[in-house]
Structure formats: structure tokens, C-alpha cells
T-cell receptor
């Protein structure tokens, strides 16, 4: 059974810092990996999708990498802003339609 | 348009009530999902519909009954719920041809009294 772990569970940084969120998974036979953002009491917003054959994806200030062999993904956020404050969730798809989520990283960016 | 809509936004129901949650997408996606999310926890998969057929049921109690009337709509019928069923219920959709990237709705906040 796939297990997904995110470290750290919470992170507080001053505005402008570059930061890295980590995600690890136990079963490397994945179909894809998705990073989501969730604001309190809201739904999930898809940030980046990395297919199993890809190594990284970029969108604006966000860059996600994938290393299947080591069971790891990182989400890099450049020049963080207070508006980036949210919970970031990593989810792994093993079967083409079943996401297993990590516990999330709660990010606070202070002005 | 990458929008998934869910109604109602909030629902309060008694343990003897019958209610339904509704989800709609117009992206032409052929896979739709129901997730349950408790406070400060990640979403947990409940059901998956693929091409309007139920393909995955993650051992969900029968008091939750999903329905997919057509490729754009997904319902979750609720009956005789327990207070521990109070949670945020999220709907998502994806397209197999697009690598199954899942798009989520805003959720329905359910409180069972």
C-alpha cells in the first residue's frame, strides 16, 4: 500500500525567501504525482502535475521535481509572498485514477 | 474552463434525514471522484466513476450512495448519517487522455447533528 509523507508539517518563513517542500513515497511504481494548494475550508487547487516519465515541471515561481527511484518529490517556491500561505499537499497516483495524499505542509509567509 | 462546481456549499442534517450532494463539471472529463476530508487531515478517496460506471468503492458505508446520471454530473446520496460523518466532501474530475490530472471543486461542508 502506497504511503506518502510530507516534511515539514509546518513552516513559517519571512516574505521573499526561497523554500523547499518535501514529499516522499514508498511505492515507486507511480503513474503521476500532483502538488495541490488548499486554503482553509476550501477545495484543492492543482499546482503542478508530473508524469512518471518526467523529472520536473515549472509554473511561474513554482518548480516541482520527481525522483522515482528514490521515492521523492520536491516543490520549490521562489521569492515567497504572504499570498502563498496555505497548506500544500502532495498526492501520488499509482493506478491512473487513485490519489494517495501526504499529510500536507502548512506554510505561513510573514510580511 | 477548469471548474468543478458543488452544491450546496454548507449542509446541516439530522441523523434521520436524507440529503444529496451534487457535483458538476463541463470539461468533458470521463472520471469523477468523491473524497472525504476531516479537519486538518488530507482527503480520503471514497468513490471513483470512470465513464459513468463505478470503478472504485473504498469500503465506504452503505449510508453513502453515489450516482453518476451522466458524464457531467455526480451525486452523493446521504441517509442515516452519524455525527462522525461531519466533514468537507470534495468532488474531483479528470480526463484519462490528460494524464488523469485531477481538478477539485470547492467542497460541501457537511454537519450531522
Amino acid at each position: 500500500k502506497q504511503e506518502v509523507t510530507q516534511i515539514p508539517a509546518a513552516l513559517s518563513v519571512p516574505e521573499g525567501e526561497n523554500l523547499v517542500l518535501n514529499c516522499s513515497f514508498t511505492d515507486s511504481a507511480i503513474y503521476n504525482l500532483q502538488w495541490f494548494r488548499q486554503d482553509p475550508g476550501k477545495g484543492l487547487t492543482s499546482l503542478l502535475l508530473i508524469q512518471s516519465s518526467q523529472r520536473e515541471q515549472t509554473s511561474g515561481r513554482l518548480n516541482a521535481s520527481l525522483d522515482k527511484s528514490s521515492g521523492r518529490s520536491t516543490l520549490y517556491i521562489a521569492a515567497s509572498q504572504p499570498g502563498d500561505s496555505a497548506t500544500y499537499l502532495c498526492a501520488v497516483d499509482n493506478a491512473g485514477n487513485m490519489l494517495t495524499f501526504g499529510g500536507g505542509t502548512r506554510l505561513m509567509v510573514k510580511p | 474552463d477548469t471548474e468543478v462546481t458543488q452544491t450546496p456549499k454548507h449542509l446541516v442534517m439530522g441523523m434521520t434525514n436524507k440529503k444529496s450532494l451534487k457535483c458538476e463539471q463541463h470539461m468533458g472529463h470521463r472520471a469523477m471522484y468523491w473524497y472525504k476530508q476531516k479537519a486538518k487531515k488530507p482527503p480520503e478517496l471514497m468513490f471513483v466513476y470512470s465513464y459513468e460506471k463505478l470503478s472504485i468503492n473504498e469500503s465506504v458505508p452503505s449510508r453513502f450512495s453515489p450516482e453518476c446520471p451522466n458524464s457531467s454530473l455526480l451525486n452523493l446520496h446521504l441517509h442515516a448519517l452519524q455525527p462522525e460523518d461531519s466533514a468537507l466532501y470534495l468532488c474531483a474530475s479528470s480526463q484519462p487522455a490528460d494524464g488523469y490530472e485531477q481538478y477539485f471543486g470547492p467542497g460541501t461542508r457537511l454537519t450531522v447533528t
